[in-house]
């Protein structure tokens, strides 16, 4: 087993209990009012908004392998955790910028802003997976990303079968479905989309959508950022036991 120094070990505990909370009574009356409002749409709304969401996330899943860094073999986890904060700033940033641009551009821009956020979510947390020294090119770290995702965009009720699937990942990982096209992909966009309409609907507003995609963005890549670190925390803790003495070239 690895270790973990004593502040990342208690931010990782504090995250677990998160995690693994009952849904609240408010949360629980929400997911309720959001699963009626679901089941009014017909149903080839939800099939055009999943196909959508599904390959949207797809090219960037596949494109990315191809822009992501090599993963770091031989660092610290003091090391690694310094250089993912350093691309969480310019990701959080990044995002901030881009929601005050389509906030400002009104209802057409404020839509844009959907593919662009998504996007650059799923890039930050490939380039986070590489630089805690998994291979995005294997097929199970692609859908560990999706699981970070959820964990980090999804009601209270769905965090707490997630994080149990990502606790016990290295044995989860090999009851996988050997197809991407096997995952729940209609719940991975209604949970998602379901969780931001509220953060993001204020968004299209005129005179304030800047303001709003701005602190939006920011806030949804600071949330992002903090699942995937202690969700590979716990995959270091879990992992056996390795050489931090070698330094590392983040370049």
Avoid at 125 to 138: E, N, S, T
Avoid at 171 to 194: G, I, K, S
Wanted: with cysteine; proline share 4%.
């Amino acid at each position: 087993m690895a270790s973990l120094d004593e502040e990342p070990l208690a931010e990782l505990r504090a995250w677990q209990r998160r995690m693994q909370q009952k849904p609240t009574l408010l949360g629980s009356l929400t997911r309720r009012m959001q699963t009626r409002l679901n089941a009014l749409l017909p149903e080839k709304v939800h099939t055009a908004i999943t196909a959508a969401i599904k390959q949207m996330v797809r090219g960037v899943l596949f494109g990315s392998t191809h822009t992501t860094r090599r993963p770091e073999a031989r660092a610290s986890l003091a090391e690694r955790e310094a250089a993912v904060r350093t691309t969480l700033r310019y990701y959080r940033n990044t995002a901030a910028a881009e929601g005050a641009v389509t906030g400002a551009g009104g209802f057409l821009l404020g839509l844009a802003d959907f593919p662009l956020l998504l996007g650059l979510k799923l890039k930050f947390l490939f380039d986070v997976a590489a630089l805690y020294g998994h291979d995005v090119r294997d097929y199970t770290e692609r859908l560990f990303v999706l699981h970070i995702f959820q964990l980090a965009f999804s009601s209270q009720h769905t965090r707490n079968k997630v994080y149990q699937r990502v606790a016990a990942w290295d044995t989860y990982r090999h009851t996988l479905p050997a197809d991407v096209q096997e995952f729940d992909w209609r719940t991975f966009q209604q949970e998602y989309r379901d969780y931001i309409d509220l953060a993001k609907m204020a968004q299209l507003v005129p005179v304030i959508g800047a303001a709003v995609g701005a602190v939006a963005n920011y806030r949804l890549l600071e949330q992002l950022g903090d699942a995937a670190m202690n969700c590979y925390r716990l995959r270091w803790l879990n992992a056996p036991e390795k050489d931090d003495k070698a330094l590392p070239s983040f370049a």
